[in-house]
T-cell receptor, first 109, second 116 residues
Framework: KNEVEQSPQNLTAQEGEFITINCSYS?????LHWLQQHPGGGIVSLFM???GKKKHGRLIATINIQEKHSSLHITASHPRDSAVYIC???????????FGTGTRLQVFP | DADVTQTPRNRITKTGKRIMLECSQT?????MYWYRQDPGLGLRLIYY???????NKGEISDGYSVSRQAQAKFSLSLESAIPNQTALYFC???????????????FGPGTRLTVL
């Protein structure tokens, strides 16, 4: 079992739909990261959160420490949101990130 | 200009050749990382460095070596490349988070390496 698991692996949506991507982890962590990998391969950090919720534009990330679960939501999805979304967690007392395998999102017009 | 740059962006080489991938950053970060990405797998840590004198192995360091020439430069070498090292390689940097844990990581554009 991977220490960081994401679901779904693939997701398609129509423009305007509300998107949810889930991340579960099985180890103690100090914070959880959400990353976006563009079709060209570049990776951008979206959020780092250790509790509660963070919002940036149409993106919202939440984390429930007790349930070891985080979600990334995209409101009013757009074709430019098409990318692979990756969650990652540093193991407690280390600085090494463990990455999920990613969720491939395609948003169609 | 990009904060984290990698050279080359693409490389095709033959089995047995020595390859060096270079990473430079202008963010002033002490922490630098090398990852590889394979289809269907998450990013995996090869090596990381918390300052010029500090080098640490990640989960898949066999077959690789690194050099931290300066705060801004971190190179990854494949001493004798083999086909299963064909992958997308990313360099990343981070600052030191307030809690001591890894702060936001900033990734380079990646190097696509093919070993024939």
């Amino acid at each position: 079992k991977n220490e960081v698991e994401q679901s779904p692996q693939n997701l398609t949506a129509q423009e305007g739909e509300f998107i949810t991507i889930n991340c579960s982890y099985s180890v103690g962590i100090s914070a959880l990261h959400w990353l976006q990998q563009h079709p060209g391969g570049g990776i951008v950090s979206l959020f780092m959160l250790s509790s509660g919720k963070k919002k940036h534009g149409r993106l919202i990330a939440t984390i429930n420490i007790q349930e070891k679960h985080s979600s990334l939501h995209i409101t009013a999805s757009h074709p430019r949101d098409s990318a692979v979304y990756i969650c990652a967690a540093p193991l407690w007392n280390t600085d090494k990130l463990i990455f999920g395998t990613g969720t491939r999102l395609q948003v169609f017009p | 200009d990009a904060d984290v740059t990698q050279t080359p962006r693409n490389r095709i080489t033959k089995t047995g050749k020595r390859i060096m991938l270079e990473c430079s950053q202008t963010k002033g970060h002490d922490r630098m990382y090398w990852y590889r990405q394979d289809p269907g797998l998450g990013l995996r840590l090869i090596y990381y460095s918390f300052d010029v004198k500090d080098i640490n192995k990640g989960e898949i360091s066999d077959g690789y070596s690194v050099s931290r020439q300066a705060q801004a430069k971190f190179s990854l070498s494949l001493e004798s490349a083999i086909p299963n090292q064909t992958a997308l390689y990313f360099c990343a940097t981070s600052g030191f988070g307030a809690s001591g844990a890894t702060d936001t990581q900033y990734f380079g554009p990646g190097t696509r390496l093919t070993v024939l």
